[in-house]
Structures are given as C-alpha cells and as structure tokens.
C-alpha cells in the first residue's frame, strides 16, 4: 500500500487551547424518553486530541458519535465547537445550529456506507459537488490525489461491489475527507473486516494521526486504542466513567468498573 502522507487541515492556532474545539456540556440522551445513554455527559476535546471512546457494548458510544455528527438528537445540554454553540437541545429536542461548523466534522462507519450504483470516484464527488458546490473537474483532481495517497489509484472506476472489505473502508475515509473535516468520527470501522484488512485501514488512520488530524474513535480493539489515543474515554452506564492517557487507563485504571471491562476484553483477545 502507498503510504504516502494523506494532508489534513489543522485547525487555527487558536483552537488548540483546552475546551476551545468540542465541548460537551451536561448532555443528555435517552431514546423514548426512557433508555438514557448520555447520563449529563461533560467532555472537553482539544484540537490535538485523538480521542478514543471505549466501553461495553450498549453503553452508547455509537449514540455519542452520531448527536455529534448531527444524525441524533440530545435532549439536554449543550455541544460547542470552536467555543461556539454547534448543538442545542431545546423543548426536549435539539438542533445543529451551526451549518458552517457541522461540515467541518467527517464520519466513517462499521458498514460501509458507499453508493453501490456509483463508482468510487462518483462516490468521492458527490457530496463536495452537490452539497458544497464544487465543480467537478476540480472534485475529480483532489478525489484522485486523495485515492493515490490511500494506495487506491488503481480502484477509480470500480464500483463497491468490486472492492474488498478494506478498500470498502478507505474510499469511504477517503470520502470523508474530501469535504476537508476537522474532526473525524470512526465507529467501529475495522469490525466488520478480516484480520488481513484491518491493518491496512488502521495504517490510513495511524497516517492521519501522524498528521494531527482531531479524531474521535470508537474500537473495541484496545491495542490499536493504545497506538492511537492521545486520551482514552471509558464510558458506561451514560457516564464517562474515566478518563486518562492510554497508560493511565491501560496500564493503570483506576476505576474498578474500568478494571473490570479491561480484564474481560483484554482476555478475549
Ligand atoms: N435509534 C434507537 N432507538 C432506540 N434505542 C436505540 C437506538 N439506537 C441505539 N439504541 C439503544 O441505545 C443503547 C446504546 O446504543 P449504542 O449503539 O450507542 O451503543 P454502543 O456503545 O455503540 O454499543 P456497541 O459497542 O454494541 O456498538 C443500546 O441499548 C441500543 O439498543
Ligand atoms: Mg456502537
């Protein structure tokens, strides 16, 4: 694989400050007002942060992933982003109220999520040309140097159904970038591949560490967890339970509830 840099946009000076990219403020979520999974969650991210969300299964990573890509809403609380309001909860529901800043935030998921009746570089182009108005020649240069720097220039024209699992899972990272993010969002996304494709997409996201990207990253792979972080989130019960460097929480949990998870997952692998 080509493991050329993959260039992302840092983010100004500025939002480097502690609390000053994403905020999370006494958030709550329950669906049907009655399975609570954000329990009054508080969460400061830095701009230089590589956030990893671990935690039981059910315990709402996905959830937390999704209310900040705009795609659930909260029911409490407040997100700031930039230290400006992104989502506000209102009357028991909540809004993005920032456009410009929800499409600075990127998100890659367990399933690939590709049009199965476009090829990869139509798949590419879409959203920068309809959404954001680009023109196409323009879409087309940036989607091939961003397919070359992910080792996929040869795969322009396939369709997904003619990609693997692996390469499924970098065109739809490569997608994502296209629209320049600031934040990445990563669910889960080495799950669903054989043990021989996981590698390859956690060496584009490892790439994409190396460049500063902001991410935030839901694995229940604590290996790659512990590479990857700068902080791990353990989160159960809607409470972030602890938090810490990934020696601090690996290597030292404090929390008997963040022991137990470990020696359980730890085990399995
Ligand atoms: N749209 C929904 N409607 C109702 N309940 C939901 C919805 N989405 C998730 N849930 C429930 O909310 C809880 C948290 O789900 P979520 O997917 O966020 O957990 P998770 O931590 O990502 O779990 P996993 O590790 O298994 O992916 C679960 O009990 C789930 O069944
Ligand atoms: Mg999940």
Do not use: W
């Not at 990869?120 to 070359?148: F, T, Y």
């Not at 996304?189 to 990207?213: F, G, I, R, Y």
């Amino acid at each position: 694989m080509n493991t050329a840099e993959v260039v992302v946009n840092m983010p100004p000076a500025n939002a480097m400050e502690a609390g000053q990219f994403i905020q999370l403020d006494n958030v709550f979520k329950a669906y049907n007002n009655e399975l609570v999974v954000m329990d009054g969650m508080n969460l400061d991210m830095r701009a230089d942060d590589r956030l990893v969300i671990i935690g039981p299964s059910g315990s709402g990573k996905s959830s937390l992933l999704r209310v900040l890509m705009g795609l659930e809403g909260i029911q409490g609380g407040d997100i700031n982003f930039h230290g400006q309001p992104y989502i506000k909860s209102e009357n028991n529901d909540s809004k993005v109220v920032s456009d410009e800043l929800h499409s600075r935030v990127g998100m890659v998921f367990q399933h690939y999520t590709l049009f199965p009746h476009l090829t990869v570089m139509g798949n590419l182009i879409l959203a920068p040309m309809k959404v954001h108005g680009k023109d196409k020649q323009s879409c087309i240069a940036k989607g091939r140097e961003l397919l070359a720097r992910l080792g996929l220039e040869d795969k322009v024209d396939y369709y997904p159904s003619q990609l693997s699992g692996g390469q499924k899972q970098r065109v739809a990272i490569a997608r994502a970038l296209m629209l320049e993010p600031e934040l990445m969002l990563f669910d889960e996304v080495t799950s669903a591949l054989d043990p021989e494709m996981v590698t390859e997409v956690q060496n584009v996201m490892m790439q994409l560490a190396e460049q500063k990207m902001a991410m935030i990253i839901v694995t229940h792979d604590m290996h790659f967890a512990r590479e990857i972080a700068t902080r791990v989130v353990f989160c159960a019960g809607g409470k972030i339970v602890e938090q810490g460097t990934p020696d601090e929480v690996f290597g030292n949990p404090k929390e008997a509830r963040t022991r137990e998870f470990l020696d359980k997952v730890l085990h399995l692998n």
